[in-house]
């Protein structure tokens, strides 16, 4: 049974930084491209960012280019997501999804982690 659970959410201000994780299991993990995706409150899911198997290619969405930092460790199974410069519009329930029979996609999904950029 594939399981991805996110962690490392948070109240942070302005400007801070947050680490998310992604820890995945019942899969192979290192077959896929895997995905960061978000959802702010009241508003529809967004891309963040993705990453593919051997982790040297990374590709960011417009809002988030130059701040967020996605990251995998094969070896441990899990996923990352660096957040600097954080700003109120980055708020929202953060999820990491990949594949099923496919290395891409978005097949499966954690429950996520809510990230809060408030002062």
């Known amino acids: 049974q594939v399981q991805l659970v996110e962690s490392g959410g948070g109240l942070v201000q302005p400007g801070g930084s947050l680490r998310l994780s992604c820890a995945a299991s019942?899969?192979?993990?290192?077959?896929?491209?895997v995905n960061w995706v978000r959802q702010a409150p009241g508003k529809g899911l967004e891309w963040v960012a993705i990453?593919?198997?051997?982790?040297?290619?990374?590709y960011y969405g417009d809002p988030v280019k130059g701040r967020f930092t996605i990251s995998r460790d094969n070896a441990k199974n899990t996923l990352y997501l660096q957040m600097n410069s954080l700003k109120p519009e980055d708020t929202a329930v953060y999820y990491c999804?990949?594949?099923?029979?496919?290395?891409?996609?978005?097949?499966?999904w954690g429950k996520g982690t809510l990230v809060t950029v408030s002062s």
């Open positions: 990453i593919n198997p051997g982790g040297d290619r990374v």
């Open positions: 019942g899969s192979s993990f290192g077959y896929y491209w």
């Open positions: 999804t990949h594949g099923g029979a496919r290395s891409y996609g978005m097949d499966y």
